[in-house]
């Protein structure tokens, strides 16, 4: 069974100051871990994606995500916050023998200027 | 426009009628998904397919629920005898062949059953 946790329903950051929206995961093999963001009345947009390798993820928009192994963990930042960063963040992760990924509930980010 | 297209963008229909949902997806990609979304929620799978096959599908998805890949490109969607319980946001979503590949998701479909 696999689960994706979002302990935080809304995150709250001053506009130019550093973002976290926190993400754990509960797998039973090696997890493949995504971030996607979503606008109002909008689909899901991919940001960026843990398949292998290095464990710090680029993506876009200036995000990064850091894979942590130990602690089950796929944090999603951001160095310097903007107010158009406003908008819902899901985590979501699959494990190898699985074609469907499990979603988190999602994160609230809001940005004030 | 490549991306993933979904229609209609918002349907409202009164409980017991019958509603279909289009999604057409990125055009080289095999697999095609949907999904229900509900307010303060994150996307629940209900099925996949890969090319026309329809390979899973997930418990929510009541026998008033059928989907439909039958060229192995775009897919439909019906849900007969409308619940409210039906309500959401329904998203489609398409990704290449592996389950690492990135699944890039339409603007979706907003049902509201009165």
């Known amino acids: 069974a696999q689960s994706v946790a979002q302990p935080e329903d809304q995150v709250n950051v001053a506009e130019g100051n550093p973002l976290t929206v926190k993400c754990t995961y509960s797998v039973s093999g090696n997890p493949y871990l995504f971030w996607y963001v979503q606008y109002p009345n909008r689909g899901l947009q991919f940001l960026l994606k843990y398949i292998t390798g290095d464990n710090l993820v680029k993506g876009s928009y200036g995000f990064e995500a850091e894979f942590n192994k130990s602690q089950t963990s796929f944090h999603l930042k951001k160095p310097s916050a903007l107010v158009s960063d406003s908008a819902l963040y899901f985590c979501?992760?699959?494990?190898?023998?699985?074609?469907?990924?499990?979603f988190g509930r999602g994160t609230s980010l809001i940005v004030h200027p | 426009d490549t991306g993933v297209s979904q229609d209609p963008r918002h349907k409202i229909t009164k409980r017991g009628q019958n509603v279909t949902f289009r999604c057409d997806p990125i055009s080289e990609h095999n697999r095609l998904y949907w999904y229900r979304q509900t307010l303060g929620q994150g996307p629940e799978f209900l099925t996949y397919?890969?090319?026309?096959?329809?390979?899973?599908k997930s418990r929510l998805l009541s026998d008033r629920f059928s989907a439909e890949r039958p060229k192995g490109s775009f897919s439909t969607l019906e849900i007969q005898r409308t619940e409210q319980g039906d309500s959401a946001m329904y998203l489609c979503a398409s990704s290449l062949s592996t389950n690492t590949d990135t699944q890039y998701f339409g603007p979706g479909t907003r049902l509201t059953v009165l």
């Open positions: 979501a992760v699959i494990t190898g023998g699985s074609y469907i990924p499990t």
């Open positions: 397919f890969q090319n026309e096959a329809q390979l899973e």
